[in-house]
């Protein structure tokens, strides 16, 4: 997958990521890949589904990858955030 069909979760509003991806795939991508870490996981089932739902219906989850990623804080802490990956397709 390349790096411009990806759409990175945050803290912006759900529907500024459903926006990003119908874009990619109104751009003439045919896949597109969702990622977060941590509290976004959530949004961005959310941002899967209202895509396949409510904007184009064609488009399907390919694959789904889950992750524990080990983050090192300051003073040397380490920190365990989930991840997820979202590979839709058309």
């Known amino acids: 997958?390349?790096?411009?069909?990806?759409?990175?979760?945050?803290?912006?509003?759900?529907m500024n990521y459903v926006l990003a991806v119908v874009t990619q795939f109104n751009n003439g991508n045919d896949h597109v890949t969702i990622k977060a870490r941590g509290r976004a996981i959530s949004r961005a089932v959310d941002v899967a589904e209202?895509?396949?739902?409510?904007?184009?219906?064609?488009?399907?989850?390919?694959?789904?990858k889950i992750d524990t990623?080990?983050?090192?804080?300051?003073?040397?802490?380490?920190a365990n955030v989930s991840s997820i990956e979202i590979y839709m397709s058309r």
């Open 50 to 64: 209202i895509v396949r739902h409510r904007f184009i219906q064609e488009v399907s989850v390919r694959d789904i």
């Open 1 to 14: 997958m390349a790096e411009e069909n990806t759409v990175y979760i945050g803290n912006k509003p759900t």
């Open 69 to 78: 990623e080990v983050l090192k804080g300051e003073g040397g802490t380490q």
